[in-house]
Structures are given as C-alpha cells and as structure tokens.
C-alpha cells in the first residue's frame, strides 16, 4: 500500500477562522488545500478531491459573491484530474472516494468521479444540500450533484475488510465530518480533513471560528486522539500551515 498527497492550491484568511481567541486572530494565513490518493490492493482510494477547477481563474463563477470572502489562489493544474494524471491514473479509474465533509475546497473534484463510490457520514447530505446560515458560503450544491453513487454511512466503516483503511466519524465541524485511518506498512496515519484544523490548536482544546458543534469538536479530538495512541498514528492534517516541512508532496514522495 502507497499513500499520495497532493497539494492543489489554498486560500488566504484570518488566523480566526483557526482560533477566534488568537493574540495574532487578525493576522493572515496562507492554509493549503490537500486531497490524498492510498493504493491498496483492491482498489486506489481518494480522500477528498479537491477544489473545482473554476476557481483557478474565476471563483465567482463557482461561489458566487462569496468568493470574495476568501483569497483563493490556484494554479493550473490544482484539480483532481491533472493531478491524478501525474501519476498516470484516470479519474475514471478510481472506485472509492471517501470525503471528509462536503465543504467547497474538498469536495470540488466530484464531478470528474463520476463513477466512484462516494463515502459520507449519513448526516452529511442534508447539511451540505439544506446548509444553515452560518455555513451557506461553504457549500457549492454543483460540486456534489452529480453524484450517482453515495454510501451513507453510520459511523465506522472498514473499506476492504481488513483493517487496513477505516474511516470513522469526527463530527463538529460539520455535523457528517469524518476521518480516514490509513494503516501503511512501515506507519499508521490519520487523514483528519478539518476534524483538526492545527495539531497545537487540537492539544490546547482551542476551538475554531468556523464549526457546527463546539462539543461534538472536542468529542472527536478524544476519539482521534485514542486512535492515535492505539495505532501509534500520526496525524495528517489537510490545511496544515507547516505543510512545506512535513508533508511529503505526491508524485515524487510518497507514504509507505
Ligand atoms: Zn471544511
């Protein structure tokens, strides 16, 4: 089993949106957008697919006048596809995707999936399809319409059957949120999308700007914390800002 990361651009925003109660809140930050490619022997893997490639030129297009809201910086060749094609895959060609949450800048690649089986946490859909106020900017209904093949799942779901891929919920975020344990050969990890927006943030208990639930946060924090110590797992996180030092960039390096 490989595991891939593939950066695909990312945004620049107010250290709020981390930690409204940050000394340095008003300060920018530059998070990255991430998706995550595992190949295992029964079939590749997606977690998360990106943002849609529209945003590259005109985010309005897609976000409409909330694009405003967020600084999105992406290059050609930032999208699900182009990516994939470094590594001579076709979209087509992938079986499984399994997405954290339905938030634009993970989500934006679904249509180009057409064929996979799309894994969310069941309550996931009417959030993102019915999305309250608080998060309206945050959901493009395009980016999941097109999906034929959801699986609606309830909470722990172990994707071959071998322990080796299980995805487990980590609502709060959203209220469908979930998480992906990754076990490789050499080393466990945990893909937690936006269950963890910054590992120093998750270990002083401080919450984020943008969340459904504070509770349901802190629930999950517990809940992967206890997989991290059971599987000795390191965490993965999607809009890590130290990303340039830690995270092994797809398609030259990889996770093993
Ligand atoms: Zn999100």
């Not at 996979?116 to 859909?125: S, T």
């Not at 080796?164 to 469908?176: D, E, K, M, S």
Request: charged letters at 25%; one cysteine or more; a negative charge.
């Amino acid at each position: 089993m490989k595991m891939y990361a593939f950066h695909c651009g990312g945004e620049k925003t107010l250290r709020s949106v981390f930690d409204p109660f940050d000394p340095d809140c008003g300060a920018t930050i530059h998070p990255p957008y991430f998706f995550y490619l595992i190949r295992h022997p029964e079939g590749d893997v997606l977690f998360d697919c990106g943002a849609h490639p529209a945003l590259i030129d005109d985010p309005r297009s897609r976000l409409g006048a909330a694009a405003d809201l967020y600084d999105i910086v992406m290059a050609p060749g930032d999208d699900v596809v182009t990516r994939l094609h470094s590594l001579d895959i076709e979209p087509e060609a992938i079986g499984h995707v399994v997405q954290s949450h339905l938030h634009y800048d993970h989500a934006g690649g679904l249509e180009f999936l057409a064929d996979a089986a799309v894994y969310v946490q069941k309550e996931e859909l009417p959030f993102a399809y019915w999305p309250p106020v608080y998060q309206r900017d945050v959901f493009v209904r395009e980016d999941f319409d097109s999906v034929r093949n959801w699986r609606a799942l309830r909470g722990d779901h172990d994707i071959f059957n071998d322990g080796r891929l299980l995805i487990f919920a980590t609502p709060g975020h959203t209220p469908g949120h979930q998480s992906l344990l990754v076990r490789l050969d050499s080393q466990a990890y945990i893909l937690t999308g936006d269950a963890v927006y910054d590992k120093e943030k998750m270990e002083h208990r401080c919450l984020p700007g943008l969340l459904w639930s504070p509770d349901a946060v802190i629930e999950s924090w517990e809940r992967i914390e206890e997989l991290q110590r059971r599987y000795d797992a390191k965490l993965i996180v999607t809009h890590d800002l130290h990303w340039e030092s830690e995270i092994r960039l797809a398609p030259e390096q990889w996770y093993e």
